[in-house]
């Protein structure tokens, strides 16, 4: 027989992962007593990892805990700290004509730059929603797992 063919040894954990994957599955109401007393002896006697398998085939595989998500919220916050921390100090340490002038030439400024840089952005902005949007559709389903692992 060779290697590649060879089932895996099960070991007493495997054999209790399977047992409490049935356990629940009975407590669905999918598997009747009598059922789960037969597969839960038959996965205790399991000698390797297929043997198991072939127990738990039928059974759909339970729903895993949603990842977590890293929080984009840092990236964003910190310029708009520094932004909010600059217009404090402009209107604490600098004259109240002086602080409305800046504020009013970055208000222009921002205005120009941007109406400037509109055929730059614009379609890049567009590019990426487009682009988020035919992933999204062309990202097939995953496979439906099923069993124990």
């Known amino acids: 027989m060779a290697l ?3 089932d895996m040894r099960a070991s ?3 054999r209790e992962q399977a047992v409490a994957f049935l356990r629940v599955h009975y407590a669905d109401g999918r598997l009747e007593e009598q059922e789960l007393d037969w597969r839960c002896d038959a996965a205790y006697r399991a000698v390797g990892l297929r043997d198991l398998d072939r127990l738990t085939a039928d059974l759909p595989a339970l729903a895993q805990p949603p990842r977590r998500r890293r929080s984009r919220a840092l990236p964003v916050a910190l310029p708009v700290a520094l932004l909010m921390l600059s217009l404090v100090a402009l209107v604490l340490l600098v004259p109240p004509e002086v602080s409305i002038a800046l504020v009013a030439l970055m ?3 921002t205005l120009v730059l941007a109406t400037l ?3 730059l952005w614009i379609p890049v902005l567009l590019g990426v929603i487009v682009y988020r ?3 999204a559709s062309r990202r ?3 496979p439906r797992r099923v069993g124990w692992r």
């Open 140 to 142: 097939p389903p995953g």
């Open 107 to 109: 208000l222009a400024g």
């Open 117 to 119: 840089l509109a055929p």
């Open 12 to 14: 007493d954990r495997d």
């Open 4 to 6: 590649l063919q060879r």
């Open 133 to 135: 949007l035919v992933c």
